[in-house]
C-alpha cells in the first residue's frame, strides 16, 4: 500500500542547530515526493518537490530510493522555519487514478531562541 | 484577495441542517481538490474534479455531496453530518491533473472549520 510516514510528531531544536524532518515513504513505482509547509496563521503551501532540485529557504531534500526516505534537512535553523512540514508522495500509478497526493500526518518544527 | 478563496470560514451546524462550503479560485488552474483535515489525522483527500469533471471520489459518504459548475468554483454540500464529521476542510488547485511540473503543486485555501453539533 502507499503511505507516507513521518515519524517524528514534533521536532524541537536550538536556533543555529542543523534539522533533518524525516520521511519515509511506501510505493512500488516511480514516485514524486513533496514538502509542504504551514506557518501559524498562514495556509498550507508547497516548499519543495523531489524533481526540483532546489534549496528554499535553505531546506533541501534528496530522494532516497534504496532506503525510501525523502528527509528535509537544513544546516542552521532559524526561528522563522518553526511551522507544521508535511510530506506528500504522488504516484503515477496509484490505483489507476491521478491528482492522488498522499500526505504523511506531519511534524511540529520548533526553533527555540 | 488572490489565490483559492474559501467561505465561511467557520461553521458550526446541527445534524439535521443543510450547508454549503464554497471555494473559488483565479488562477486559471484546472484541477481543483476538497482535503478534509481531522486532528491526529493526514489530510485526508476526498473528491478532485478535472476541468469540472469529478475524476475522484475517495469513498466518501453520500452526506457529502461535491458540486462544480465551472473551472472556478468548487462547492461541497452537507446534508445530516455526524459529529465525527467536524473538522477542517480544505480547498486546493492546481493547472493540472497527472504528470508535469503543474501537476501536483497545489494552492491550498485556508479552509473551512466545521463543528457539527
Known amino acids: 500500500a502507499q503511505r507516507v510516514t513521518q515519524p517524528e510528531k514534533l521536532l524541537s531544536v536550538f536556533k543555529g542547530a542543523p534539522v533533518e524532518l524525516k520521511c519515509n515513504y511506501s510505493y512500488s513505482g516511480s514516485p514524486e515526493l513533496f514538502w509542504y509547509v504551514q506557518y501559524s496563521r498562514q495556509r498550507l503551501q508547497l516548499l519543495l518537490r523531489h524533481i526540483s532540485r532546489e534549496s528554499i529557504k535553505g531546506f533541501t531534500a534528496d530522494l532516497n530510493k534504496g532506503e525510501t526516505s525523502f528527509h528535509l534537512k537544513k544546516p542552521f535553523a532559524q526561528e522563522e522555519d518553526s511551522a507544521m512540514y508535511y510530506c506528500?508522495?504522488?504516484?503515477?500509478?496509484?490505483?489507476?487514478?491521478?491528482?492522488?497526493?498522499?500526505f504523511g500526518k506531519g511534524t511540529k518544527l520548533s526553533v527555540k531562541p | 484577495e488572490t489565490g483559492v478563496t474559501q467561505t465561511p470560514r467557520h461553521l458550526v451546524m446541527g445534524m439535521t441542517n443543510k450547508k454549503s462550503l464554497k471555494c473559488e479560485q483565479h488562477?486559471?488552474?484546472?484541477?481543483m481538490y476538497w482535503y478534509k483535515q481531522s486532528a491526529k489525522k493526514p489530510l485526508e483527500l476526498m473528491f478532485v474534479y478535472s476541468l469540472e469533471e469529478r475524476v475522484e471520489n475517495n469513498s466518501v459518504p453520500s452526506r457529502f455531496s461535491p458540486e462544480c459548475p465551472n473551472s472556478s468554483h468548487l462547492f461541497l454540500h452537507l446534508h445530516t453530518l455526524q459529529p465525527e464529521d467536524s473538522a477542517l476542510y480544505l480547498c486546493?488547485?492546481?493547472?493540472?491533473?497527472?504528470?508535469?511540473?503543474?501537476?501536483?503543486?497545489?494552492?491550498f485555501g485556508a479552509g473551512s472549520r466545521l463543528t457539527v453539533l
Open positions: 488562477l486559471g488552474h484546472n484541477a
Open positions: 486546493a488547485s492546481s493547472q493540472q491533473l497527472g504528470q508535469g511540473t503543474g501537476a501536483n503543486v497545489l494552492t
Open positions: 506528500a508522495l504522488s504516484g503515477n500509478n496509484y490505483g489507476g487514478s491521478q491528482g492522488n497526493l498522499i
